[in-house]
């Protein structure tokens, strides 16, 4: 079903123009304000969700980290008191010598060769007792190091929770007043909206292609690519849904990181990231697999599959879906594989 909808999916994205039967709404200019209300709310919901989804990962991150150092401390209290029992010993044995230990006793002795040994096991039991203090303040040092490193964990773990919950409150509300203007229209109407929308992408995808943009790419996938790419358009048709990771829905981001592990290469989960962090590249060196991050705030991501076309989940009330590279606003391109060779 995926390969079926990429081709016939790569077949409109060729062809000249789209022929449309729908009647016209009673009131085109009205209509063209419910788009571009909706596309705000949308867009502002994407970026919301993207506010969420690295919120989510930091908090992971963090929860992660409060384990590793709680491992710490317990591994850092135990060798603690195993040096405080070593140094309670040390300290008994001195005390049952008259403030002696048992090396300095000897010292005493009249035998000059008996003289010497037990000055060299006295220096022996200095080093040793100076390196047990020494290992002693050591431990207790990154014990503190450890529960300060646990505080700061546990704040930032509680301000990331706090981020979520306002994306969420911030996501839910977006949707919610883009939803309520779509349920105030007619069927007629809701059917010219989204013919409105398909013309739309179809303008900026049109204008894209006279660029010569698509004239200068002829790059192939590398094989991680090709991987990714199959996961990605085998999942055409699931809906969108925010902050979804699969299997059975996705955000954009969910979309693009989810088949790229796929593949074998993770990457960031966010759009934001996946534009900050991965290896950026020239439209004109792009090849499939790459992923195109689009708006001034990089809160949509698709992948190029080639022919001039992506794979994507583009908002809520749609589905994974083939689109025009060129049909949204192009911020740039980044590599997930940088060091993958074309296959």
Not at 119 to 138: D, P
Not at 222 to 245: L, V
């Amino acid at each position: 079903m995926a390969t079926m909808a990429l081709l016939c999916a790569t077949a409109i994205l060729a062809a000249p123009g789209t022929a449309h039967a729908k009647p016209a709404p009673k009131d085109p200019k009205s209509l063209e304000q419910v788009r571009k209300e909706m596309d705000a709310l949308y867009h502002d919901a994407s970026v919301a969700t993207d506010k969420y989804n690295l919120a989510e990962e930091k908090a992971d991150q963090q929860s992660d980290e409060i384990v590793r150092l709680a491992k710490a401390i317990v591994k850092g209290q135990e060798k603690l008191d195993r040096l405080k029992r070593r140094a309670g010993a040390a300290a008994r044995a001195q005390y049952r010598g008259g403030g002696l230990p048992p090396q300095a006793q000897l010292m005493l002795s009249d035998d000059p060769q008996q003289f010497l040994d037990n000055a060299g096991r006295m220096r022996q039991e200095q080093q040793a007792t100076k390196g047990l203090l020494g290992e002693l303040g050591r431990t207790q040092q990154d014990l503190r190091v450890y529960a300060d490193d646990a505080s700061a964990q546990w704040r930032k773990l509680e301000a990331n929770r706090k981020a979520k919950a306002e994306a969420k409150k911030k996501i839910k509300a977006k949707i919610k007043a883009a939803e309520k203007l779509e349920s105030e229209l007619e069927k007629e109407e809701l059917d010219r909206l989204l013919e409105m929308e398909q013309d739309a992408e179809f303008e900026r995808q049109t204008a894209w292609l006279d660029s010569g943009a698509l004239k200068e790419i002829d790059g192939r996938a590398s094989g991680r690519g090709k991987k990714a790419i199959k996961y990605a358009t085998a999942q055409i048709g699931k809906p969108y849904e925010w902050g979804a990771e699969g299997p059975r829905s996705y955000d954009c981001s969910g979309l693009t990181s989810e088949a790229w592990i796929a593949a074998g290469r993770t990457i960031p989960r966010t759009s934001q990231e996946q534009w900050k962090q991965l290896p950026r590249i020239e439209i004109k060196d792009m090849r499939p697999g790459d992923l195109i991050i689009y708006h001034k705030d990089a809160s949509h991501v698709g992948m190029y599959i080639g022919n001039g076309a992506i794979v994507h989940a583009p908002r809520p009330g749609r589905d994974v879906t083939i689109a025009g590279a060129g049909s949204m606003g192009i911020l740039g391109v980044v590599r997930p594989d940088k060091q993958g060779s074309p296959s």
